[in-house]
């Protein structure tokens, strides 16, 4: 078995190892980045898409926003739409003039990939981590396989950046970790397709029939989700029953029809709260999905996973290149209290947008949360510091 050797080991290539492989390798750390999926899986997966306020200016601040900055698209507002009549929440009056970017994940993604190619730091794609060992100890060790065979890397720490199935969770013991989950009765049924976005601004649709979303990536591709039942399979969703479904929950008397266009991404997820506490055990910190997960109503999933590494780099720097450890071991309680408010905000969300089956009760207080947003001032506001800044609050 071949070993190496370097300073961070990074589990995981998505938006949060590869942002905080960048980070540390900008303060001269070495770092080694082991991602078992392959290059081309990576850059083509399609996930969420709404960057906060103040990620978007560190992701520039970092030197990889400036694709970010050219082609994303800055909103200044969202819309929910409540059986058919349209309330636009001016996030930008309300909060400053802030604004969000929409810009897809995958597009973060190839920019940090791009970047980590010029500075010929070490990213290996199709290498599986099969176990992380020695957490306890100056060098923990992480194993991997690829096709070049079965290799080690001895570390002074290791990330899990490796997202809500890797291995870096399952390799603590578990009288040393906390699991907090709840999972909600819906699924997200989302698609891309190449029409051209019917709105400037995304629509959050409480609807009798369910949850809808209308969201975009570019001038010409529209990303839309339909709320479903759990149970729901994509064999049972012709593109045909996909377009009436959220042409009926987003129709409006006013707005014109939905713009339809081919299908080119389709996908069911189920909805879910994971928190993992605390994010550290001895050598091993965690980030991103690898420690919690939010239901994806708030557009929280890749701003909590890019905050929690804008805090871990430079404690890590700190650890490695002064001594200090202070930073490192208030990492995971400074990062669960983001964590916390995230999930608060999410759960807030998605319980005022899907419409409960069965429960009626539910479903009325839901409707008097939507219209406390609708009518409150003070509601709104606080809806868009949360929805447009929550990560850097
Ligand atoms: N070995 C190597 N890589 C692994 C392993 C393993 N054993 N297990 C998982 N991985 C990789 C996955 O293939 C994935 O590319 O870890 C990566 C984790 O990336 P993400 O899932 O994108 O997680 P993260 O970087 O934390 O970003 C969170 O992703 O799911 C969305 O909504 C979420 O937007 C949020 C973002
Ligand atoms: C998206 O564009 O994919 C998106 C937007 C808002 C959300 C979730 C996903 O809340």
Redesign the pocket.
Known sequence: MKSVRTQVVIIGAGPAGLLLGHLLQREGVDTVILETRSLDYVQQRVR???IEYGIANFLEESGVGSRMRAEGLVHHGIEFRLDGVSHRIALSELYDGRTIT?YGQQEVVKDLIAGRVVSGAPLHFDATVTGVEGHLMDRPTVSYTSSEGEFQITGDYVVGCDGSHGVSVSSVPSEFLRRFERVYPFSWL?ILAEAPPSTEE?IYCRHARGFA?Y?MRSPTLS?L?LGVSPAETLNQWSDERIWDELSTRLATAQAPPIAQGPIVERGITPMRSVVVAPMRYGRLLLAGDAAHIVP????KGMNLALADVRLLAPALVASLRDGDERPLDSYSSDSLRRVWRAEEFSTYMTQMLHPHPSDEFENGVQVARLRQVIDSLDTARALARNYVNLSSL
Not at 296 to 299: H, K, L, Q, R, V
């Open positions: 969420a898409g709404v929409v989302g995304l979303l969201s990303r989700y994806p109503t708030g557009a």
